[in-house]
């Protein structure tokens, strides 16, 4: 083909056909630019298409994660659901007579007071989004949204429950280690203890001091503060998982 564009143009200028030549010269760098147009055009269409899989590769794995992170987010939700409704039985128990207080396990109320749940969702894809900067392809900008505001979200959540877990390392522990018998505790955890502690020590005496109370109440307003960050980020949750499975 380019042997044949030469004869032409030799030929042309052998018979001293100038202007014939210059339309024709001007003819083929016409040709030329309109096939660079088109390969310049096929390539783009090329990279769309491989930007669109590469996309829509993406949103299903955010869909997965995400989906776990949701089976995740429904068991800590539970469990704090109950530290939170425990302490409030707790605190109702304040300064009542033995009597009813005999009526309630105890043990077990201590328990599940101290087991709030920590919130710690896997964050691979986001991360990897952002690190490899692939988070450009994502047209989505209610989605891009969403997955900034997760991530911000998600830091006051494990805010909320650091403050929660130090209340229970700090002063509700210690406490119940000078004024009660963690063994009991225990028996509905990890250890499982089948007997209770073989050392005297009234339980109920708790239940008419005023640091305990004061432990329960401040401890109890932090578990209610993580409910309520883990509810914010629950809706955000069930937006991303709505914007993946378009």
């Given at each position: 083909m380019i042997k044949f564009f030469r004869h032409i143009r030799k030929s042309l200028l052998e018979q001293n056909k100038m202007g014939k030549y210059l339309k024709y010269a001007i003819g083929?760098?016409?040709l030329v630019v309109i096939g660079i147009l088109i390969a310049l055009q096929i390539n783009n269409w090329n990279e769309n298409r491989k930007e669109s899989?590469?996309?829509?590769?993406i949103l299903q794995n955010l869909y997965d994660e995400f989906s776990e992170n949701k089976k995740l987010f429904e068991k800590n939700m539970s469990a704090t659901k109950i530290a939170k409704q425990t302490g409030y039985t707790i605190m109702s128990l304040?300064?009542?007579?033995?009597?009813e207080l005999k009526t309630q396990n105890i043990d077990s109320l201590l328990y599940m007071v101290l087991e709030p749940?920590?919130?710690r969702p896997s964050e691979n894809t986001i991360n990897d989004l952002i690190q490899s900067g692939r988070l450009r392809l994502l047209k989505n900008k209610t989605l891009k949204l969403l997955l900034y505001n997760w991530q911000s979200e998600l830091k006051d959540v494990h805010v909320a429950f650091e403050r929660a877990e130090l209340k229970?390392?700090?002063?509700?522990i210690p406490y119940l280690?000078?004024?009660?018998?963690?063994?009991?505790?225990?028996?509905?955890?990890?250890?499982?203890?089948?007997?209770?502690?073989n050392l005297k020590i009234d339980k109920y005496a708790i239940f008419n001091d005023i640091e305990f109370e004061n432990i329960t109440d401040d401890y109890l307003y932090?578990?209610?503060a993580a409910k309520k960050s883990l509810e914010r980020i629950g809706t955000i949750l069930d937006a991303i998982l709505e914007e993946t499975n378009k």
């Open positions: 083929e760098i016409l899989l590469e996309e829509s590769s304040m300064g009542k007579p033995e009597e749940g920590e919130y229970i390392d700090n002063e509700f280690s000078q004024h009660y018998a963690l063994k009991d505790i225990d028996k509905y955890g990890a250890l499982k203890w089948e007997e209770n502690t932090r578990v209610v």
